[in-house]
């Protein structure tokens, strides 16, 4: 039964959950994504076509890992609904085959960033620019396996609502990420002078030594030993519960890719138009990437609190954290929203001394902070459809959402007269707006059918 409810919107003893889990998930995706800051600032600093090029292989190459990493999130949902039913004796085995589905991952991986990074020559008439973009791209293919392995070392932390260990290791990334991305960037040393595909070397370093760290604290752990030998054990594949585990996590994947790619596939559209407006937008989507942590992390949250009450059959204690969850994001963001308006130029300053960037950078920052209460939406709800294993709307939401709407509006208002006339970059924002409201309605209409089948209202 659910405890303490004081309002009807906050009942204290989730918020208390929500919160410890939420609180280290944001400032680890913040130190991580730190990582990608940290690589535009440094390309930036190293001049306009390393700061362009960092933008353009991200664009490839950051795509297709975070999707594909995003295919082995459901293994949080899955170790915790296992816990809230009381048998998670069996996360040991659910871990191992986490593993051979994230090593057979990897190799798909490698293969589509390698055919992929050979596109930029053909979107580019500045060879300079696409060589660096490609460069960058070779050099995080060192870093895949690593990548998707600690993903599957991370379920096993959130799954037994521990997120504290995903943030001392991003933190630790963080700090080594720094100093290596100046030293291969500039060369320093024994270290040559890469310039910004030296980011993409830095990366795949650190993806290595943070999956073997959170390892190392797995097996350290008294808790977390025994699932850690289980994990690491070489023993035939269950090939059922790969396949299960694919099939419910790859609509996470495909929908992720579907959001990525839009994304990058809006960048390469903007790519024509010069080196101020590339790096003007991706000052601004790395801005927006760091607001989206918040209600990224409390959709991460929300998937575990809700795999975990639907294990246990638990409505009362669900519907409060649903109330909770919505109230604490909405208030939260919108503050974010406002303070992203109020001090959008002091923001674009931390980026780049180009007055040119800077200007164009801070319009965008205005429509970067409307569409963040859509962006919200869509992130918790896809987050508590995982929790309850309901994952196959979520690609089709994105898709139809991003591809069918969003991809040819954003075309039509960046580079043509079509409906006004061509909007450069701030276009693209305009068709943000629009995709990521559609998907947050599909989704929240989805999550109320699928709260109704699984609580069946007596």
Avoid at 59 to 70: K, Q, R, W
Wanted: proline share 3%.
């Amino acid at each position: 039964m659910s405890s303490s409810c004081t309002s009807p919107w906050i009942d204290r003893h989730e918020l208390k959950r929500l919160l410890a889990l939420t609180l280290p998930l944001y400032v680890g995706n913040l130190l991580h994504m730190g990582m990608g800051v940290t690589d535009t600032v440094v390309a930036g600093w190293k001049g306009e076509v390393d700061f362009a090029g960092v933008a353009m292989g991200f664009s490839i190459a950051g795509t297709v890992m975070i999707a594909t990493a995003s295919v082995l999130t459901i293994l949080s949902a899955m170790i915790s609904r296992l816990r809230g039913a009381g048998v998670d004796g069996k996360a040991g085995l659910f871990l191992n085959n986490g593993k051979v589905l994230a090593l057979l991952l990897a190799v798909f991986e490698v293969v589509v960033i390698y055919l992929g990074s050979h596109v930029f020559h053909y979107i580019t008439d500045n060879h300079a620019l696409a060589d660096m973009a490609q460069q960058y791209a070779f050099y995080m293919l060192i870093g895949v396996p690593a990548s998707l392995l600690m993903r599957v070392v991370m379920a096993n932390f959130e799954g037994y609502g521990q997120t504290r260990p995903a943030m001392v290791v991003s933190l630790c990334g963080l700090l080594c990420n720094i100093p290596l991305n100046y030293a291969l960037v500039f060369g320093w040393g024994p270290f040559p002078a890469l310039g910004g595909a030296g980011c993409g070397l830095a990366t795949s370093v650190v993806n290595w030594c943070m999956f073997l760290f959170m390892l190392g604290m797995m097996y350290g752990s008294h808790h977390h030993r025994k699932r850690a030998v289980q994990m690491l054990a070489l023993r035939a594949a269950d090939w059922q519960l790969v396949g299960r585990t694919f099939r419910l996590g790859l609509p996470v994947g495909v929908a992720s890719l579907c959001e990525m790619s839009f994304f990058s596939m809006v960048t390469l559209i903007i790519a024509p138009l010069g080196e101020l407006a590339v790096s003007s937008q991706q000052v601004a989507i790395n801005v927006s990437g760091i607001i989206f942590m918040l209600p990224l992390s409390l959709g991460i949250a929300a998937s575990i609190r809700a795999a975990y009450h639907v294990g246990g059959q638990r409505r009362e204690a669900f519907n409060a954290m649903v109330r909770t969850l919505l109230t604490v994001t909405y208030v939260l963001v919108l503050l974010l929203m406002i303070a992203t308006i109020i001090w959008r130029r002091d923001i674009v300053g931390l980026y780049t001394e180009s007055v040119e960037i800077a200007e164009l950078a801070s319009v965008l920052l205005v429509y970067c902070a409307v569409y963040q209460m859509a962006d919200a939406t869509q992130a918790l709800m896809g987050g508590l459809l995982r929790g309850c294993h309901d994952t196959a709307i979520i690609t089709w939401s994105n898709l139809s959402s991003y591809w069918l709407v969003g991809l040819p509006l954003a075309y039509i208002l960046i580079r043509t007269d079509l409906i006004v006339p061509a909007m450069g970059p701030a276009g693209a924002w305009v068709s943000f707006i629009v995709s990521l409201s559609l998907a947050a309605l599909i989704l929240t209409l989805r999550f109320l059918h699928t709260r109704r089948k699984i609580f069946p209202v007596v």
